[in-house]
């Protein structure tokens, strides 16, 4: 398969050579994503490899306050060092001239700014694993800075890809409802960015975007209960997202006119290699499989959802 880096032409990126290995950098080293994505992506004896693409270089980052950053970075830094020959730098600057594209998978949504700004100096193309950021307004700083830097980007939950949601898609759906975990991190003002985002992407998934309201009623403690969160459309269908505390599966159902279709749960819900052929699709073309804005709305569809919880489960308009 010809391996043309062919990105947005704004960008001013470098081509690379007909049939070349396009060499990926991580930033970030604590989440099990890191290990997932390299073990498909650098050993070519897995049955689900994609030719052509190799994870070369990480720096490991890593958040000291957040317990599932900080007691994971090192172990998944060795994992990729010795067991994948990927190289660990001291620093993100230190990734020029090694790689041709960016996975910034910290799994802190705090470090996604920060990062980001220099992620952005290297001038190659990004995926942002979930979520984009910790709060809207870094999120609409994250996409101002990589526009003015003339740098594709994209951001998306492995949840919008697989048999859960091929099984639950429904053309001309009048609502659906979708549920899944929904754990709280309380470094994250808005809470949802920590796991509900997966829930949220279903419902885009499902939905596509254009809401215009949003109520979350608030069931049980942040340790165990269930949120709602409902979303009212502009052309007036009506989707709900179910988080649940401390963890539940997934599942999706859409409603039709006349028809009703169930996302499937004997399935694993979510795929990394779906998710990995979309990231290397879009290294290649540059072309965001997720538009930008749809990514935007999610943020605010949450940031909207945390303004409700606060007043009581009162409806706020998305901003």
Not at 9 to 18: E, F, R, S, V
Not at 90 to 96: R, V
Not at 218 to 232: F, H, L, Q
Not at 278 to 287: A, L, P, Y
Request: aromatic letters at 6%; charged letters at 20%; a neutral charge.
């Amino acid at each position: 398969m010809s391996k043309h880096f062919a990105i947005l032409a704004l960008a001013a990126l470098a081509i690379l050579p007909l049939n070349a290995e396009v060499r990926i950098g991580i930033v970030g080293t604590d989440t099990s994503h890191v290990p997932a994505f390299t073990r498909v992506l650098n050993d070519p004896k897995n049955t689900d490899n994609i030719p052509g693409f190799r994870v070369v270089a990480a720096f490991k980052g890593g958040s000291p306050d957040l317990p599932s950053s900080r007691d994971r970075v090192e172990g998944y830094a060795t994992e990729l060092r010795d067991k994948w020959g990927v190289e660990i730098v001291q620093d993100i600057a230190s990734l020029a001239g090694k790689v041709d594209a960016v996975l910034l998978e910290s799994v802190d949504g705090r470090a996604h700014l920060p990062q980001i700004r220099q992620v952005l100096a290297l001038h190659k193309p990004v995926f942002i694993d979930k979520p984009l950021a910790s709060t809207l307004e870094d999120a609409r700083e994250i996409a101002k800075l990589a526009a003015e830097a003339k740098v594709p980007w994209f951001s998306s939950s492995s949840l919008r890809y697989g048999a859960l949601m091929d099984s639950a898609q429904l053309p001309g759906a009048l609502g659906v409802d979708v549920w899944g975990p929904g754990p709280l991190e309380e470094h994250h003002a808005v809470d949802l960015t920590w796991y509900g985002i997966h829930a949220v992407e279903m419902l885009y998934t499902l939905m596509g975007p254009g809401c215009e309201s949003v109520t979350r009623i608030t069931g049980g403690t942040d340790a165990e209960g269930t949120d709602v969160v409902t979303g009212r459309w502009q052309d007036g269908r009506v989707g709900t997202a179910r988080v649940i505390r401390p963890n539940s599966g997934y599942g999706a159902v859409s409603f039709g006119a006349k028809t009703i279709k169930i996302g499937r749960t004997d399935v694993p819900p979510f795929n990394y290699v779906l998710l990995l052929k979309q990231i290397t699709k879009f290294f290649e073309t540059g072309v965001p499989p997720v538009p930008n804005s749809v990514t935007l709305e999610m943020m605010s569809f949450m940031e909207a959802a945390q303004r409700s919880k606060a007043a009581g489960g009162q409806a706020m308009k998305l901003r």
